[in-house]
């Protein structure tokens, strides 16, 4: 089911009765659990937070005598960490002719059979968008940054996994997860600063059971009341530094697991004025097309690296 680069015609997009399915996953969790905290830039660079740090805690030893004059002056200085935001482009083109054979069906057709699909561009709109959604869930995950230094050079937005990968916890090649290691990555990221306030562990599937098997047998795991129900899904871990929900996501890589400061993030969407963000305008006509683009521009306001964490090169059997 290889698709088309370019125009959509009556020959290369054939119509079939049936339910209509897609094959890829269009789930979008991260994107789900932030969306709705999306704030609006006017600049493709954009700060993510200010940091600043106190010395080491100590106790004082100050004499009266000493108290008598003021002690020296500590200025704390603060750091700026910004990220980006990107383009995401798709472009819409479907054939006069193939918009006006909707009722031409291959394949099985028995009698009274309907075109699943009855508005050709209708549909290849909503799968455009559809991809912009996917391709942004995979960027605000596994994004790597880049500053554009010229019209020639893509802005990146940062992702989550780049933001936690140098004080990840990193598993050799040859571990596989357990809760030591788990209580480990906790400890590591309560130390660091995190707060388990709002924490959301993100995993694909092999990373979810792995969970399910660690975590099944502990006392206080409430089994089923019938004879006749089986199985666990964990949904929430409860750790010595508040609790963590836990969440699939088919983007995440199938050896990592991600704790994400929910609180912290949101997407920052940047506006093409009079138009907005992720529009859909017409092309200008070179034919016998209807041929659209959709145009937006985001990125992915992350927080403090150490507000999250990451566990990395999880043996997989």
């Avoid at 034919?287 to 521009?297: N, V």
């Amino acid at each position: 089911m290889a698709n088309v680069n370019g125009n959509g015609t009556t020959f290369n997009l054939p119509n079939y009765a049936g339910q209509l399915y897609s094959a890829s996953p269009t789930l979008t969790p991260l994107l789900n659990l932030i969306q709705s905290k999306a704030v609006k830039t006017d600049n493709f660079q954009f700060p993510v937070s200010v940091e600043y740090s106190h010395e080491t805690a100590a106790q004082p030893a100050i004499t009266e005598t000493a108290s008598l004059t003021a002690p020296m002056a500590v200025s704390y200085v603060r750091s700026q960490n910004f990220n980006v935001t990107q383009i995401f482009q798709e472009k819409v083109s479907v054939s006069y002719m193939a918009q006006s054979n909707a009722g031409r069906l291959t394949g099985i057709n028995t009698a009274g059979a309907q075109n699943s699909v009855p508005d050709e561009l209708d549909f290849q709109t909503r799968r455009a968008m559809e991809k912009i959604a996917r391709d942004v869930e995979y960027t605000f995950l596994n994004g790597t940054y880049q500053l554009a230094t010229g019209s020639g050079v893509a802005n990146k937005t940062r992702g989550l996994i780049a933001l936690t990968d140098s004080a990840a916890t990193n598993l050799s090649s040859s571990s596989a997860l357990t809760q030591t290691n788990l209580n480990a990555a906790y400890k590591a990221a309560y130390d660091a600063g995190a707060d388990f306030t709002d924490m959301v562990l993100f995993c694909n599937s092999t990373v979810k059971q792995m969970l399910s098997v660690i975590y099944n047998g502990q006392t206080g795991v409430r089994l089923p009341e019938t004879r006749t129900a089986g199985g666990f899904n964990l949904e929430t871990i409860e750790t010595d530094f508040g609790v963590l929900h836990v969440a699939l996501n088919r983007f995440m890589p199938n050896n990592a697991l991600l704790g994400v400061d929910i609180s912290c993030v949101r997407p920052v969407e940047q506006d093409v004025p009079g138009k907005g963000n992720f529009f859909l305008e017409p092309l200008a006509k070179n034919g016998a097309a209807e041929e659209y683009q959709i145009f937006g521009q985001i990125g992915l306001d992350h927080g403090p690296a150490w507000k999250h964490f990451l566990v990395k090169n999880i043996k997989i059997s």
